[in-house]
């Protein structure tokens, strides 16, 4: 006589809480670089949680040069369970691929996950400043990891779709009025983070029209914005 095995426990459900909070001079999701690393002058702090706020938690990690993150989609409102492909901008917009073969934001958990270059630590105080993130202000961080470059380096890799799709770069233009207020308004590393976010163009891929004026929000201003080809100018601050 055989016996059945005895079944599994039904898994419990996971519960998570944020160990810090970004802080970035980027605001909302228009304009936030579509990959962790593109704006590389692009500046942000990590800021423990009063939990883990403590010279402790970070002790070691001045040892290394680049974090990974995990941290949550809270900008993202809109469900969609069960949606099993994506269009990815780099694709245009309009090619579908699986889920599972994308980096996008709608996700069957709203979990992303990116690289970032260690700036400076600060222990008291608990906030580690990183350069390259592509999250946006107040965005929840459930665990940060060292980078491991043994570990976590392929290079030579096939990457996918992304490797026969290049990303087109626009020329951003700053007229003269308005760069003397950015030269005002932003240090220089933050007006470099602005032209590098501005050059990947962060437009939906279905819109085109070369009137049609875009805000993006950074550092408390919003940057106005038109795009015509290959061209970005900025035409305002307000």
Same mark, same amino acid.
């Given at each position: 006589?055989?016996?059945?095995?005895?079944?599994?426990?039904?898994?419990?459900?996971?519960? *998570?809480?944020?160990?810090?909070?970004?802080?970035?001079?980027?605001?909302?999701?228009?304009?936030?670089?579509?990959?962790?690393?593109?704006?590389?002058?692009?500046?942000?702090?990590?800021? &423990?949680?009063?939990?883990?706020?403590?010279?402790?938690? &970070?002790?070691?990690?001045?040892?290394?040069?680049? &974090?990974?993150?995990?941290?949550?989609?809270?900008?993202?409102?809109?469900?969609?369970?069960?949606?099993?492909?994506?269009?990815?901008?780099?694709?245009?917009?309009?090619?579908?691929?699986?889920?599972?073969?994308?980096?996008?934001?709608?996700?069957?958990?709203?979990?992303?996950?990116?690289?970032?270059?260690?700036?400076?630590?600060?222990?008291?105080?608990?906030?580690?400043?990183?350069?390259?993130?592509?999250?946006?202000?107040?965005?929840? *961080?459930?665990?940060?990891?060292?980078?491991?470059?043994?570990?976590?380096?392929?290079?030579?890799?096939?990457?996918?779709?992304?490797?026969?799709?290049?990303?087109?770069?626009?020329?951003? *233009?700053?007229?003269?009025?308005?760069?003397?207020?950015?030269?005002?308004?932003?240090?220089?590393?933050?007006?470099?983070?602005?032209?590098?976010?501005?050059?990947?163009?962060?437009?939906?891929?279905?819109?085109?029209?070369?009137?049609?004026?875009?805000?993006?929000?950074?550092?408390?201003?919003?940057?106005?914005?038109?795009?015509?080809?290959?061209?970005?100018?900025?035409?305002?601050?307000?």
């Amino acid at each position: 006589m055989t016996t059945d095995p005895p079944l599994s426990p039904a898994p419990q459900p996971l519960e *998570i809480r944020p160990v810090a909070r970004f802080r970035s001079p980027v605001e909302g999701k228009f304009g936030l670089p579509r990959q962790a690393g593109i704006a590389e002058n692009l500046r942000g702090e990590i800021v &423990l949680e009063q939990e883990w706020n403590s010279p402790e938690a &970070l002790r070691g990690l001045e040892g290394f040069d680049y &974090l990974w993150l995990i941290w949550g989609f809270s900008l993202n409102r809109e469900s969609r369970p069960g949606q099993l492909t994506v269009r990815p901008p780099r694709l245009g917009g309009n090619v579908r691929v699986g889920v599972f073969a994308s980096r996008s934001p709608f996700r069957p958990n709203p979990l992303g996950l990116s690289s970032v270059k260690i700036s400076s630590i600060d222990p008291r105080k608990g906030v580690i400043t990183v350069l390259g993130a592509d999250l946006a202000d107040g965005t929840p *961080i459930y665990d940060i990891k060292p980078y491991i470059e043994y570990a976590d380096s392929h290079p030579g890799v096939r990457s996918g779709f992304t490797d026969g799709s290049s990303w087109r770069r626009l020329e951003v *233009i700053v007229p003269e009025e308005v760069a003397v207020r950015l030269d005002a308004l932003f240090s220089p590393q933050d007006r470099e983070a602005l032209k590098e976010i501005l050059a990947e163009d962060p437009r939906p891929r279905y819109q085109n029209d070369p009137q049609r004026v875009y805000g993006l929000k950074f550092g408390k201003r919003e940057i106005l914005f038109r795009a015509e080809g290959d061209t970005l100018i900025i035409i305002n601050i307000d």
